[in-house]
């Protein structure tokens, strides 16, 4: 009986092991991904955006994604791209006066 509960807690060990390990590269990953910011020394972090561009996360800088039009059509749409797309098209607003 005893040998019984030593394989599944064995299995419970194991599976945790890997659920941490597993974990663990993700936060690799995703610290990997914070640290890219400083592939953008000229930018202010106010102006930093964390969007997603082909299915992969990436760094847009507000101020620079608005001249590049490919680019930001291609950015998956969300409030704040319907807001830079939608910039493009309107000089002005009612608001604005």
Request: overall charge positive; charged content about 30%.
């Amino acid at each position: 009986m005893l040998g019984m509960a030593s394989i599944t807690q064995y299995k419970v060990l194991q599976t945790e092991i890997n659920k941490v390990k597993k974990e663990n590269k993700q936060l690799k990953e995703e610290l990997e991904f914070y640290k890219r910011i400083s592939e953008h020394p000229s930018a202010q972090v106010a102006n930093m955006y964390v969007k997603e561009l082909n299915g992969e996360k990436v760094w847009i800088n507000r101020n620079e994604i608005v001249n590049d039009k490919n680019t930001l059509f291609q950015l998956k749409k969300d409030n704040d791209v319907l807001e830079w797309i939608q910039s493009l098209t309107v000089r002005y607003k009612d608001n604005d006066w």
